[in-house]
């Protein structure tokens, strides 16, 4: 196989080119790295182009570009294949965790470490090399082969309703593989057969005009601080069931056919709180801790900002408080109604004594299942099967992909995930790093994927 004498030979240069890619600090959600969001468009257009991708740009929308590109030159008789990924990153902070700079990359133990590196920038790369490894060694694919790769997952992908919607023709395709995704264990393949979906909402809650004393003013007047807690704590109980009235109504409950799919899965719960550092496991009763993650709702709080932070005690009556909150959802729940359903519980929550502005988020996903015996899923999982010696498990995963039911309504082709991240890679975390060997071996398995096509 003259691909496979190709990546040998250029793996180095696909190393330093990763680290290029890892260097450009493409955080969507910070509006001062928009022009580096760009400009790893342009990275990608022009690596694309390099691989002998065609028709390659970079299209604008009202926020991060996408990149598309095709080479359609296999035939009428051959399918045709979209490749999905993602070149923005979450943000890095806190820097300080960080064992090297996180857009200084740096190869340690055959690992290289930066934000990006394995979640999506590696992933997305490898369906590049091994296009290019395919092209420039044998001068053609043996399947028509397009390429969309958005720059603004990270976020929730805001404009990928609107592009996905006006930009059908440049997605069609018989197939979708996403180079964003994960497998199971270095040694263990995965075939991924449901993501959660998502709704993200703030909660700002306010009194006085700004901070006060509050031995002069606590007892006169409410505290934003613990008005937020108030509210907060009614939604959930102690117990993790979810209280937000209406939240569970269009949740599908599992089947016992599902239930045993997710049972067959080996699940250490030593091993995960060993992971993690958590001292216990703790959600919804009812349900197992892999049910749990992967196919019951969730209602988190990601981020919570109020009073005095710094050394100390400061003695004051803060005049806000806010909440950030995620939401992970599952068939058939709606992100729109589900941020209704919290705008109403907020609502009818709201204490006394202070103004409760609620505000939906940007992101937005809907819960995303792959029916079993699915034809992409199947030839992916005998590639994997090939290259791992071993029979890829069922999984789901906790996350979310929002671009992948937007596929589904507009394409009408139900996504593959084709990817070679793995959970212990510190995705969104400090020290985020990639296997160079699963670097490698992912691009073999492109190559034989588009073989066996
Ligand atoms: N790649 C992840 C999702 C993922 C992780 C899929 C592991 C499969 C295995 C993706 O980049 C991600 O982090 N998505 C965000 C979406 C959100 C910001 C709308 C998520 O799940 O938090
Ligand atoms: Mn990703
Ligand atoms: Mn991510």
Redesign the pocket.
Known sequence: MAWKNYLDREQDRFVSELTEFVSIPSVSAKPENAADVQRAAEWVASRLTEAGGENVEVLQTAGHPVVCGNWLHAGPDRPTVLVYG?FDV?PAEPFELWSSPPFEPEVRDGRLFGRGAT??KGSMLIPILATEAMLKSAGRLPINLRFFFEGQ?????PDMPDFVAANAHRLSADMIFSA???QWAPDQPQI?EG?RG?A?VEIVVRGADSDQHSGLHGGGIANPAMALAQILASMKSPDGHITVEGFYDDVVPLTEDDRAAIAEVPFDAEAYLAETGAPAEHGEPGYTTRERLWARPTLEINGLTSGWQGAGTKTVLPAEARAKI?CRLVADQSPERIVEALRAHVERHAPDGVTVEFEAGA?R?NPFLVPRGHNASVVAAQVLEEIYGRAPLRTR?G????VMTMLLEHVGVHAT?F?F?H?DEN??GPDEFVRLDAFRRGQEAYCRLFESL
Do not use: K
């Open positions: 993602h979450q979640d999506d997952e990270e976020i929730g992908s964003d995704g994960a991924i993501l998502i993200s995620t992101a996903g995963v996350g979310s992909i929002p995930m990817a991240q959970d995705l969104h």
